[in-house]
């Protein structure tokens, strides 16, 4: 075969050997580098994150981040937990690295005590023995007394009972037991309800479990006298109130026969006897040896603790007329309630 003089020449001078009519595939390649190379300047490099976590040695991730966009949401899902892990973590070694000096400074509510840290951990199941057990917070005031936000009037009785197992004057029991409840003081508590006036509260609350109604019906005394005192533009107003121990009416004329209680009579006999008085409100009957003057003094004591001046005096007796020679005669009392 014979070559012209236009054929490429190596830039050497060394002439190449024939390819015997096959194309040399060396252009085709070099085009094809080329183009690679700018397609990979035109494209955007990927981005690599590297994001550490909490997890333990044996814990060993999965799953490879291919997109910035993922390991950001990873990121701000983990922030927050390992976060507060730490948190947890730092809180933990300050308490239980929390020390309290022997004599303890306290301020009550304004109200300032010192005492010895073994009195305040005199038994172990208290509000006071928890506080100061190194495992809580307590914040101070501005002289590094420890802050117990409530009333600290009574609180040198509960001092008093840690030390020596001292109990309260009769006058100071009920708000005491008010406040070995919020310590949770177990044997303080114990001591308390079985002394006066505590124990006789009881009993009273016993009696006064016979008349459901009795809270009702206390709260309706006072409804009606408010009402009326300001109707009026009085002082005071007076209610009509009838307080009955037995069922059975009292008549001159009874026969022996219901001259009881727990005398059995039948539906229709009973209905006989029905009535209700014309007052404001009527209290009974009850089955109990505690007798009409003492719901009086249980109406009037209790109107006294919720701030409520009570008088009250018998004015008669009720008159309706039931059935033969009987006759309703429930007492009736006047209260005159007082509002300043």
Avoid at 103 to 111: A, E, K, R
Avoid at 206 to 214: G, I
Avoid at 300 to 314: F, K, N, P, T
Wanted: proline share 6%.
């Amino acid at each position: 075969m014979q070559h012209n003089g236009t054929d490429d020449q190596p830039p050497n001078g060394e002439r190449q050997p024939p390819a015997f009519g096959i194309p040399s595939p060396l252009p085709a390649a070099a085009s094809r580098v080329r183009r690679f190379a700018q397609d990979r300047r035109a494209l955007p490099l990927p981005r690599v994150m590297v994001v550490f976590s909490t997890a333990s040695d044996g814990e060993k991730s999965s799953d490879a981040m291919s997109s910035s966009e993922e390991a950001g949401d990873v990121r701000k899902a983990a922030a927050p937990a390992a976060n507060l892990n730490l948190g947890k973590a730092l809180r933990a070694t300050l308490n239980a690295s929390q020390e309290f000096p022997e004599v303890i400074p306290l301020n009550v509510g304004g109200t300032y005590f010192t005492t010895r840290l073994s009195t305040l951990r005199r038994y172990e199941d208290t509000m006071l023995a928890a506080m100061f057990s190194g495992r809580h917070y307590i914040p101070r005031d501005a002289e590094g007394r420890f802050f117990i936000d409530r009333d600290g009037a009574y609180f040198g009785d509960i001092l008093n009972f840690l030390r020596e197992g001292e109990l309260p004057h009769r006058d100071r029991v009920r708000a005491v037991h008010r406040e070995a409840h919020y310590y949770a003081i177990g044997p303080l508590l114990n001591s308390l309800e079985d002394s006066q006036p505590l124990t006789g509260e009881k009993v009273r609350q016993a009696f006064l479990d016979l008349l459901p109604y009795y809270k009702d019906n206390l709260e309706r005394i006072m409804e009606i006298a408010k009402l009326r005192a300001m109707q009026r533009k009085a002082r005071f107003a007076k209610l009509k109130i009838c307080v009955y121990k037995e069922e059975m009416p009292i008549t001159p004329y009874e026969r022996p026969l219901f001259n009881s209680l727990r005398f059995e009579r039948t539906e229709s006999e009973a209905k006989l006897f029905e009535h209700h008085c014309e007052v404001d409100v009527s209290f009974g009957p009850w089955e109990a040896v505690a007798d009409v003057y003492d719901l009086l003094h249980c109406i009037v004591s209790d109107l006294a603790e919720r701030g409520i001046s009570a008088e009250q005096q018998c004015i008669g007796v009720c008159d309706k007329h039931l059935i033969n020679h009987y006759y309703c005669k429930r007492p009736i009392y006047e209260f005159k309630i007082t509002w300043w």
